[in-house]
Nanobody, 116 residues
Framework: EVQLVESGGGLVQPGGSLRLPCAAS????????MDWVRQAPGKGFEWVSS????????DYAESVKGRFTVSRDNAKNTLYLQMDSLKPEDTAVYFC?????????WGQGTQVTVSS
């Protein structure tokens, strides 16, 4: 069974940092690209970042470029999102996702709140 479990969310002040891990299981993690997607209160889903299977091709939405860093540890089956210089508009539930044989899989999400 494919499982994606995010953690690391919480309340942080503007300008602060958080690191979100996503633990993957039930599939060969090192073979698949991964994405981070977020949903702000009352809004739709927004793609945040992606990374290819080997981790050498990250990509970012313009809204987070230069502030967020995506990475992966294929030996630990874990995806990461390092979030720096956080802004109140980064407040959202953050999900890690992947597609396996055209089927999408999502974690349960982790809440990130940026507020003073």
């Amino acid at each position: 069974e494919v499982q994606l479990v995010e953690s690391g969310g919480g309340l942080v002040q503007p300008g602060g940092s958080l690191r979100l891990p996503c633990a993957a299981s039930g599939f060969t993690f090192s073979m698949y690209a991964m994405d981070w997607v977020r949903q702000a209160p009352g809004k739709g889903f927004e793609w945040v970042s992606s990374i290819n299977y080997s981790g050498d091709r990250p990509d970012y939405a313009e809204s987070v470029k230069g502030r967020f860093t995506v990475s992966r540890d294929n030996a630990k089956n874990t995806l990461y999102l390092q979030m720096d210089s956080l802004k109140p508009e980064d407040t959202a539930v953050y999900f890690c996702t992947t597609n396996i044989l055209t089927r999408p899989y999502w974690g349960q999400g982790t809440q990130v709140t940026v507020s003073s």
